[in-house]
C-alpha cells in the first residue's frame, strides 16, 4: 500500500492564526488518486526541526507533501531546507516561473526585486511544478532511502496550493503504483454516538477486515458513518464495499437523512423544492443560526422566503402578533409561544410552512420547570400543527448549534411523513 504524510510549515498554524485548511483538501485528493494519509504533521518556521521531520517521515512514507515556507521573505525557509535535505548544492533559475513572477508584478505595478525573482531558483535536483496563480513555484524532489520517497513542496497559499495539486494528481497517476482506497458516507441524525456504536456492534463484528467503519460525530450535522476499504487491487473492493454500505442503510433505516456530504439544510431544501414549497422561520433562542444554515445552500431562495429573529417579547408580540395573555400565562418559553410564533410567519411572509424556535440556550436563564437546555419547536405547515419539547446539556454555543439541527431535523421528519400532527 502506497502510504502519504502531509507536512504543514508555518508559526501561524502553531500558534492558532490559521486554521490549517490545506491538510484537509490534501488528504481527499490522495484518496480518489488511492494514496492512503497515513499521518499529518504541522511544523513551525525553524529550518532545524523541519529538517528532522522532513527527514523522518521521508524514511516512513512513499509520498510526502509539504505546505507552507515558499515565498520572497526570510522566514520562508522551506526551498533551503529541502536541498540540505536532498543534498543539493547548486540552484538554477526557471525561466517559466520567472516569466510569470514579472508579468504578476507588472501588472500590479510593482518593480521586480532580487527577492522576488529568487523565488524562481531552485535546488537543480528537483522537478518544477509552475505556480500559474502566484510566485512561488512547487517542487519534487525524490529523497529517503534509495530515493523510495515523493516529496512534493508546494506554497501554503490555499488557491494556489489547490491549482498545483492538479499537477501532483497527475504526476502520481504516471508514476506511482497504487492500490483502490473507496469511502462511502452515510449521515445520521436522532440517535447518540454510543447507542449507535452499540446498535452496530456485532454488525460491525462481521465486515471483512478490509472495510473499516469510521464514527465522525458533529452537534451540526449529526454523526457520518464512514466504511473505508482498502488493499484493494480491482474494482472488486469498491462492489464489497458498496454491499455493506446498502446493507447499513437499511439497517438504521429512518436514522440515515443522507450521504456524502449531505447536510440537515441540503436534504431539507431538496425535499421542499421538489414539492414545490416555501418556508419562512421565526427564530428566538436560535438567534437567527437557522436561516442562516438555510441560506447556505445553493439555490435556497428557491424555497426560503424569510425568517425574524424576534428575541424579546415585544417583539414577538410586534413583529408576530403573539398574544400578550399567551406570554404571560405560559411564558415565552412554551409550546403556545412557539406554535404563535409559527403562525405569525407564515403570514408575514405568506408561505406553506414556517418554523418556529423558542428556548434557553444559557447559560442563565433557567429554572426547575425550564432548565437551561430547554427548546419549544413548533411548525405550522398547510392546516396543520406540530411542535416538539426538547431538553438539550451543553454551553450556550452548542445549545444554539444543536437547537437549530434539531429544528431542521424535526421539519424534515414531518415532510418524510415521519411525525404526526399534534391532536
Known amino acids: 500500500m502506497c502510504e502519504a504524510c502531509i507536512c504543514t510549515i508555518g508559526d501561524e498554524i502553531l500558534i492558532g492564526q490559521i486554521i490549517d485548511t490545506n491538510s484537509s483538501f490534501i488528504a481527499r485528493e490522495l484518496n480518489k488518486l488511492g494514496i492512503r494519509v497515513r499521518s499529518k504533521i504541522s511544523v513551525g518556521d525553524d529550518s532545524e526541526v523541519i529538517l528532522n521531520t522532513l527527514r523522518n517521515v521521508s524514511e516512513t512514507h512513499d509520498i510526502v507533501v509539504v505546505t507552507g515556507g515558499l515565498g520572497p521573505t ?47 531558483l531552485v535546488p537543480s535536483n528537483c522537478s518544477v511544478i509552475v505556480n500559474k496563480l502566484g510566485t512561488a513555484p512547487g517542487m519534487i524532489f525524490k529523497t529517503g532511502q534509495n530515493n523510495r520517497c515523493i516529496l512534493f513542496s508546494l506554497p501554503g497559499v490555499p488557491y494556489e496550493m489547490e491549482e498545483m495539486m492538479l499537477s501532483v494528481g497527475e504526476y502520481i497517476r504516471h508514476n506511482v503504483v497504487k492500490e483502490i482506497v473507496h469511502h462511502r458516507t452515510l449521515v445520521t441524525y436522532g440517535m447518540p454516538e454510543s447507542l449507535l456504536s452499540a446498535s452496530l456492534e456485532e454488525w ?39 454491499k455493506y454500505f446498502y446493507d447499513l442503510k437499511k439497517k438504521l433505516g429512518n436514522l440515515v437523512y443522507g450521504e456524502e456530504d449531505d447536510t440537515l439544510e441540503s436534504v431539507l431544501y431538496k425535499i421542499m423544492s421538489k414539492r414545490e ?84 440556550a444559557g447559560p442563565d436563564g433557567g429554572s426547575i420547570e425550564k432548565p437551561v437546555g430547554t427548546l419549544w419547536i413548533a411548525v405550522s405547515f398547510n392546516n396543520l400543527i406540530y411542535t416538539k419539547k426538547i431538553n438539550l446539556s451543553g454551553d450556550r454555543q452548542r445549545n444554539i448549534l444543536r437547537f437549530s439541527s434539531e429544528s431542521v431535523n424535526f421539519l424534515r421528519l414531518i415532510l418524510c411523513g415521519l411525525i404526526s400532527e399534534d391532536k
Open 74 to 120: 526570510n522566514d520562508d525557509i522551506t526551498k533551503r531546507t529541502l536541498a540540505i535535505l536532498t543534498k543539493c548544492e547548486r540552484y538554477v533559475y526557471n525561466q517559466e516561473q520567472l516569466d510569470i513572477i514579472s508579468n504578476i508584478l507588472k501588472n500590479r505595478g510593482v518593480e521586480l526585486t532580487e527577492n522576488n525573482r529568487n523565488q524562481a
Open 277 to 360: 414549497l416555501t418556508l419562512s422561520i421565526a427564530e428566538s433562542c436560535t438567534g437567527g443560526k437557522i436561516a442562516s444554515r438555510m441560506t447556505t445552500v445553493p439555490g435556497s431562495s428557491k424555497i426560503f422566503n424569510g425568517a425574524v429573529v424576534t428575541y424579546s417579547n415585544d417583539s414577538k408580540k410586534e413583529i408576530l402578533g403573539v398574544d400578550e395573555e399567551t406570554i404571560i400565562k405560559y411564558g415565552a418559553v412554551s409550546r403556545e409561544c412557539a406554535l404563535e410564533m409559527a403562525l405569525g410567519a407564515r403570514n408575514l411572509f405568506r408561505t406553506n410552512i414556517a418554523l418556529a424556535t423558542t428556548g434557553i
Open 204 to 242: 460491525e463484528k462481521s465486515l471483512p477486515t478490509t472495510i473499516k467503519l469510521a464514527y465522525l460525530p458533529n452537534p451540526e450535522i449529526g454523526i457520518r458513518l464512514r466504511l473505508s476499504s482498502y488493499n484493494g487491487l480491482d474494482s472488486s473492493s469498491v462492489a464489497l464495499t458498496d
